[in-house]
């Protein structure tokens, strides 16, 4: 049974009882709730033995409420935050992570790269630095490459909004290197990507990188991994690329759950809007996207919206220090 918030005393005050814990937060960007609907949604046709087993023998579509299952809730989660308009990475990514209704704070949904207001955002409210002044080790697990960083430089691209808070944070981007330490995990999972660009890197099947990336949760009270193909993906349309990687994405994060320590580690699996669950459209959708949490620590409550999801993980990172806690 989930270890969570225990409801309210009849003095009003609320009693939260947690282990000491972990939080490994998983990224899928671009990752809905849709209709289950074959010709729709690639959910629906990949085979993923993990998601189904989670979902009570069905895809993950959408649902009228949570879906609790025997080792994690599945919670739809709007991802609109209130404003006109199709949700968009920026805005929905900076919300994610500080628990700022980003979108408002703009006045409408942006989309790529954050601008400056939500770089201020990030740098006060991400909860990579917040974690840090917890006194606590936080990690972006994400491996980066030489390329990247002249890229910047060359004002080519611009830093997105995860790299944005983790290196305000004053936290460094990991690097090859460190990918080819085990210490490490690349956007893609598999190190396909890299090898194509003719990086010397192992390729990696996605049960292993499951591995590192538990194994890099383990020596952090905080780690992020970001996995973004997903909403790449569903902007090409392309029904077998999008069932490729979802199956893909199935077997990855059914080996960290399986690797992860449930009773000390809280796993998060969390969204910034709707995209590959309906490839009959280019753009984004309007759809829910799904709060996932697994582990013995999870809150047995409801998140409603992406603005409630940095202010769970500190709530449970702070109580976890000890015993029950009073708020």
């Given amino acids: 049974m989930p270890v969570g918030l225990t409801g309210q005393r009849p003095n009003g005050i609320r009693e939260i009882k947690v282990r000491p814990v972990r939080i490994l937060m998983i990224f899928i960007d671009g990752l809905g709730l849709g209709v289950n609907d074959r010709a729709k949604n690639p959910l629906v046709r990949?085979?993923?033995p993990f998601l189904r087993q989670l979902c009570g023998g069905e895809p993950l579509v959408a649902a009228p409420g949570p879906i609790r299952g025997p080792f994690g809730t599945v919670m739809p989660t709007d991802a609109t935050l209130g404003v006109p308009g199709l949700p968009q990475s920026a805005t929905g990514q900076t919300t994610l992570w500080t628990g700022v209704n980003a979108a408002d704070a703009e006045g409408r949904h942006v989309n790529a790269y954050p601008t400056r207001l939500l770089r201020d955002i990030l740098a006060r409210e991400g909860i990579l630095g917040r974690v840090i002044d917890m006194g606590k080790k936080a990690v972006f697990a994400n491996a980066y490459t030489p390329e990247y960083a002249q890229r910047v430089a060359k004002g080519k691209i611009m830093h997105s909004t995860s790299t944005v808070m983790?290196?305000?944070?004053?936290?460094?981007?990991?690097?090859?290197?460190?990918?080819?330490?085990?210490?490490?995990?690349?956007?893609?999972?598999?190190?396909?990507?890299?090898?194509?660009?003719?990086h010397r890197v192992p390729l990696l099947e996605p049960e292993e990188a499951g591995r590192r990336l538990a194994a890099i949760a383990a020596e952090h009270d905080f780690t992020l991994f970001e996995y973004f193909q997903t909403d790449r993906i569903g902007h090409q349309q392309d029904m077998v690329k999008a069932i490729s990687v979802i199956e893909l994405l199935d077997s990855f994060l059914g080996t960290?759950?399986?690797?992860?320590d449930l009773h000390h580690t809280l796993v998060m699996v969390v969204s910034d809007h709707?995209?590959?669950?309906?490839?009959?459209?280019?753009?984004?959708?309007?759809?829910?996207?799904?709060?996932?949490?697994f582990g013995t620590n999870s809150p047995d409550i409801v998140i409603e919206s992406l603005e409630?999801?940095?202010?769970?993980a500190l709530q449970v990172l702070r109580q976890s220090n000890g015993g029950v806690r009073k708020s």
């Fill in 46 to 48: 990949a085979h993923t």
């Fill in 166 to 198: 983790t290196l305000t944070a004053g936290l460094p981007l990991k690097s090859i290197d460190d990918l080819r330490l085990g210490h490490a995990v690349y956007q893609d999972i598999t190190n396909t990507l890299l090898i194509a660009r003719g």
């Fill in 256 to 260: 960290v759950i399986n690797e992860v």
């Fill in 274 to 293: 709707g995209n590959i669950e309906d490839i009959t459209v280019k753009s984004h959708t309007s759809n829910k996207v799904p709060t996932i949490l």
């Fill in 308 to 312: 409630e999801i940095t202010p769970l």
